[in-house]
């Protein structure tokens, strides 16, 4: 019923970005926190970055000053702004999304996830 649907992955030079894309479609009531996991080759799936309705960010902290995550309500979209990517970001990321389809329930969705090499 609901899609999340990833974009703007791929290969990047050391030092350089990218700007992933994550637009939610299907039946939606409301959208509420959405956030980007990555999981690289033989690591465990990790929080990358979340931001609530209202536009609070999280972020780990090996990305802090280097990533930005953003939202536009508007078009059920949620981005993640990679600036000076190093090899260790390199992952699948994955799109997630906390979805309301009426005022009483809600659940997560995933996205099928977006490669992001960072190679020289």
């Known amino acids: 019923q609901v899609q999340l649907v990833e974009s703007g992955g791929g290969l990047v030079q050391p030092g350089g970005s990218l700007t992933l894309s994550c637009a939610a479609s299907g039946s939606i009531f409301r959208i509420n926190a959405m956030g980007w996991y990555r999981q690289a080759l033989g690591k465990e799936r990790e929080l990358v970055a979340d931001?609530?309705?209202?536009?609070?960010?999280n972020y780990v902290d090996s990305v802090k000053g280097r990533f930005t995550i953003s939202r536009d309500n508007a078009k059920n979209t949620v981005y993640l702004r990679m600036n000076g990517l190093k090899p260790e970001d390199t992952a699948v990321y994955y799109c997630n999304a906390d979805i309301s389809h009426s005022v009483n329930w809600s659940r997560d969705y995933w996205g099928q996830g977006t490669q992001v090499t960072v190679s020289s």
């Open positions: 931001i609530t309705s209202g536009g609070s960010t």
